[in-house]
């Protein structure tokens, strides 16, 4: 994660600058706008974007382009729904390098791995699971909240790894000694804070997760 533009090819920047032109349009096409109009959902939608930067400011790691951050995608995601959250996760990293300084070109890269990736997780997820397993409050809760945000951080992760492996930037054992086996205590600190803050929501402020509907998860139950 925060990965820079000393260590990646120009190949892997060029195709993942592609890659991001293509997911936002279909983002921003898809995506319901007109909930931002909603009450007061546009404050909640950029005050979260705000509070996820800072806490993409507390990070730590040995090697460049090897740190560690909480994510928040899950909880994004779960949240505006992939679209918005996309756009929320693009909005919160342009702000990350314009404070933190990555490179304008490694841009895309830490979207794509840092936004996109556990936001598409956690929503793929979320279909799997209200098409296999009961329509649950506990099931939202810790199915898509804990184990969702545990999950996306590992395939963050594994994606970034990848493209440190391919552009050869360090070699697979390096990655697995140093960047990999630390992923697990990331990975349960995510879990922690997002099922945490989505139970509270759940159950003080549902209106603020879209994908979350009282009818199929509370009512009859």
């Given at each position: 994660m925060n990965l820079t533009e000393a260590i990646l090819p120009s190949w892997v920047l060029w195709l993942s600058a592609l890659s991001l032109v293509a997911l936002l349009g279909r983002a921003a096409w898809g995506a319901r706008w007109s909930q931002l109009r909603e009450g007061s959902f546009i404050h909640v939608y950029l005050g979260s974007c705000v509070a996820l930067l800072v806490l993409w400011t507390l990070k730590a790691g040995v090697d460049p382009g090897l740190s560690f951050h909480l994510l928040g995608g899950t909880l994004f995601g779960l949240m505006f729904g992939w679209e918005l959250a996309v756009v929320a996760m693009?909005?919160?990293?342009?702000?990350?390098?314009?404070?933190?300084?990555?490179?304008?070109?490694?841009?895309?890269?830490?979207?794509?791995?840092?936004?996109?990736?556990?936001?598409?997780?956690?929503?793929?997820?979320?279909?799997?699971?209200q098409?296999?397993?009961?329509?649950?409050?506990?099931?939202?809760?810790?199915?898509?909240?804990?184990?969702?945000?545990?999950?996306?951080?590992l395939a963050s992760s594994l994606a970034a790894a990848a493209l440190l492996a391919v552009g050869q930037a360090y070699t697979f054992s390096h990655l697995e000694s140093g960047y990999l086996a630390f992923v697990p205590l990331v990975m349960f600190s995510e879990a922690w804070l997002t099922g945490m803050l989505v139970a509270v929501l759940v159950c003080y402020r549902p209106d603020w997760i879209r994908t979350?509907?009282?009818?199929?998860?509370?009512?009859?139950?």
């Open positions: 693009t909005l919160v990293s342009l702000g990350a390098t314009l404070n933190m300084g990555h490179g304008w070109s490694v841009f895309p890269v830490n979207v794509l791995v840092e936004g996109a990736v556990p936001v598409l997780v956690t929503v793929g997820l979320l279909r799997l699971s098409g296999w397993l009961p329509r649950h409050l506990f099931v939202y809760i810790f199915v898509n909240g804990f184990f969702g945000a545990a999950v996306s951080v979350f509907d009282d009818k199929l998860y509370l009512q009859g139950k």
